[in-house]
T-cell receptor, first 113, second 111 residues
Framework: KQEVTQIPAALSVPEGENLVLNCSFT??????LQWFRQDPGKGLTSLLLIQSSQREQTSGRLNASLDKSSGRSTLYIAASQPGDSATYLCAVRPRQAGTALIFGKGTTLSVSS | DGGITQSPKYLFRKEGQNVTLSCEQN?????MYWYRQDPGQGLRLIYYSQIVNDFQKGDIAEGYSVSREKKESFPLTVTSAQKNPTAFYLC??????????FGPGTRLTVL
């Protein structure tokens, strides 16, 4: 059964620092991997979608990489800002069993000014 | 503006009562999903529907029911058989090959 793990569970950094969030998954048979942001009490906002044939995707200060063979993805945030404070969730779409995503528990990021 | 709406934002349920959570989308997406989120946990799939008049159980479907009579709507009913329904419920939709879009969520509390 596919399992998704995110490390660390929480992270605190000063403003301006570059940081990396990690996501690992146990089964490399995936269609894609998606990174989301969630603010407290809110829904999820999609940040980046990486198809299984891709190695990375970039959007502004965010860069996500995918190494399907090793079951790993990283989300790199450059020049962090207090507005980046949120929970970041990683999810994979397995090749089997429909089209639903399997989520990690998230990394809660706090950026101090 | 296109998007997904969920109502109500907050919902309170008494013991033994059934309640229905609304999810509507105007994105013309075929697939819709319901997830449950508990504090400190990832999202868990309750039900999903890939097409009108068809839906499948997810990992935690017991105590829940859904219908998909229209493409735009995918309501979730939390029945009295769900023993621990207090959670944050999220609805999502997508088209094949694209990312999932989420609604703002409904927070359900059992009194």
């Amino acid at each position: 059964k596919q399992e998704v793990t995110q490390i660390p569970a929480a992270l605190s950094v000063p403003e301006g620092e570059n940081l990396v969030l990690n996501c690992s998954f146990t089964d490399s048979a995936i269609y894609n991997l998606q990174w989301f942001r969630q603010d407290p009490g809110k829904g999820l906002t999609s940040l980046l979608l990486i198809q299984s044939s891709q190695r990375e995707q970039t959007s502004g200060r965010l860069n996500a990489s995918l190494d399907k063979s090793s079951g790993r993805s990283t989300l790199y945030i450059a020049a962090s800002q207090p507005g980046d404070s949120a929970t970041y969730l990683c999810a994979v779409r397995p090749r089997q069993a429909g089209t639903a995503l399997i989520f990690g528990k998230g990394t809660t990021l706090s950026v101090s000014s | 503006d296109g998007g997904i709406t969920q109502s109500p934002k907050y919902l309170f349920r008494k013991e033994g009562q059934n309640v229905t959570l609304s999810c509507e989308q105007n994105l013309n997406h075929d697939a819709m999903y319901w997830y449950r989120q508990d504090p400190g946990q990832g999202l868990r799939l309750i039900y999903y529907s890939q097409i009108v008049n068809d839906f499948q159980k997810g990992d935690i479907a017991e105590g829940y029911s859904v219908s998909r009579e229209k493409k735009e709507s995918f309501p979730l009913t939390v029945t009295s058989a769900q023993k621990n329904p207090t959670a944050f419920y999220l609805c999502a939709s997508k088209v094949p090959g694209r990312e999932q879009f989420f609604g703002p969520g409904t927070r359900l509390t059992v009194l």
